[in-house]
C-alpha cells in the first residue's frame, strides 16, 4: 500500500514569517502550489494564509488543496516563554483544525542565532534545568494538542535551536511521552548537523511522525562551521538545495520511510529566504517529478 503523501509548505517559496515584503505573496503562493503539481500543503507562519477558517477554506478548495499540519514558529523553543508558545500553539491549533489539517508542527524558532547578524542570543546548549523544562513543556504542549483538539505535535529540529544534532534529538525522544510527541523529521536540517537520518528512521520508527524532506549542500555546510555562521547567513549562501543535488541521499529515506508502518506526509521545503519571486515554480515542479519517479507516493 502506498502510504506517503506528498506536500509542500510556503517555505519551498521563500517565505519565513507571517508578512515581510521580500515574500512571495500569499495567493501566488496557493496558485503556483496547485501548478507546480501538488495537493497538499502545510500552513506556514501563522498569519501568512488568511486566518479567517472560511476564508482559508475557500481559497485552498478553489485550487484543490488540502490541509496536512499547521505550523507553529517565532515564538521560540519550549523550553522558555512556555505561555507565549501555549497561546500561540492554541491559534494554530484552532485553524489546522477548521481547515482539516491534523498535524502541528512545532518550530523552534528563533533559537540561539540572529538569521541576519549570526550573533548569539543565547548559549548553543542547554543546562540541565533548561532541558527539564523543555521536555516537560513539550509533553505537556503534545497532551493540550491531543486531548483539547485531537491534533498530533511534530517536533522539528532546527538548526541553530538546542535540538538539531544526533544527541540531542535522541535525548529529546527519550525524555518525551511517544503518546504525545513525535518528529517533524525534517532531513535538510539534521544532515546540516550531520545527524544520521536513516539511524533515526530506524532507531526510532514510532515516532517518526511527519516529514520534511530537504536537502542540503555539504561544501557549504561545511563553509557554514568552519565559518561559524548562522543557518540564515548559510541559506543566503544556497546551503538548502533541490533534491537529488545533495544530502541526506533521497532514495534511501524515501525507502526507509516506506518501511515504516505508517501514513506519513512528506512535505517539501527548500529554504529560499528571500527569494526572486519567478524562481520557486520551475524548481517545486522538477522537485515533485523528481520525488514521484523516486518514491511511491499515494
Not at 542570543?121 to 516537560?136: F, K, T, Y
Not at 504542549?141 to 511534530?154: F, N
Request: one cysteine or more.
Amino acid at each position: 500500500m502506498r502510504r506517503l503523501k506528498l506536500g509542500s509548505c510556503p517555505d519551498s517559496w521563500g517565505v519565513w514569517y507571517a508578512d515581510d515584503p521580500r515574500q512571495t505573496p500569499w495567493s501566488r503562493f496557493l496558485d503556483e502550489l496547485a501548478v507546480a503539481g501538488y495537493r497538499w500543503l502545510e500552513l506556514g507562519p501563522y498569519g501568512y494564509l488568511p486566518t479567517d477558517p472560511a476564508e482559508l477554506a475557500e481559497e485552498l478548495d478553489a485550487r484543490g488543496l488540502r490541509c496536512a499540519a499547521g505550523t507553529v514558529g517565532g515564538v521560540g523553543g519550549p523550553h522558555r516563554n512556555f505561555r507565549e508558545v501555549v497561546a500561540e500553539t492554541r491559534r494554530v491549533a484552532e485553524l489546522t483544525l477548521a481547515a482539516g489539517g491534523r498535524n502541528i508542527v512545532f518550530v523552534p524558532v528563533p533559537g540561539y542565532r540572529d538569521d541576519a547578524t549570526g550573533g548569539y542570543l543565547e548559549a548553543s546548549e542547554l543546562g540541565p534545568e533548561q532541558w527539564r523544562a523543555l521536555l516537560d513543556n513539550t509533553n505537556t504542549l503534545g497532551r493540550l494538542l491531543a486531548e483539547e483538539y485531537g491534533l498530533s505535535l511534530r517536533f522539528h529540529p532546527h538548526a541553530d535551536y538546542q535540538v538539531e544534532n544526533q544527541r540531542q534529538v535522541e535525548r529529546l525522544l527519550d525524555g518525551t511521552d511517544p503518546r504525545f510527541v513525535s518528529l517533524c523529521l525534517d532531513t535538510g536540517h539534521l544532515a546540516y548537523r550531520r545527524a544520521d537520518v536513516l539511524g533515526l528512521i530506524h532507531g526510532y520508527p514510532e515516532r517518526v511522525g511527519y516529514v520534511h524532506l530537504k536537502q542540503m549542500d555539504p561544501a557549504l555546510a561545511a563553509r557554514a562551521e568552519a565559518e561559524d555562521l548562522a543557518f540564515g547567513q548559510a541559506v543566503a549562501l544556497g546551503v538548502s538545495v533541490a533534491p537529488p543535488a545533495g544530502a541526506p541521499d533521497v532514495p534511501a529515506v524515501l525507502g526507509a520511510l516506506a518501511d515504516l508502518d505508517a501514513d506519513l506526509f512528506v512535505v517539501v521545503e527548500q529554504d529560499m529566504y528571500p527569494v526572486d519571486f519567478d524562481l520557486p515554480l520551475p524548481i517545486a515542479t522538477r522537485t515533485r517529478r523528481y520525488l514521484e519517479e523516486t518514491g511511491d507516493f499515494a
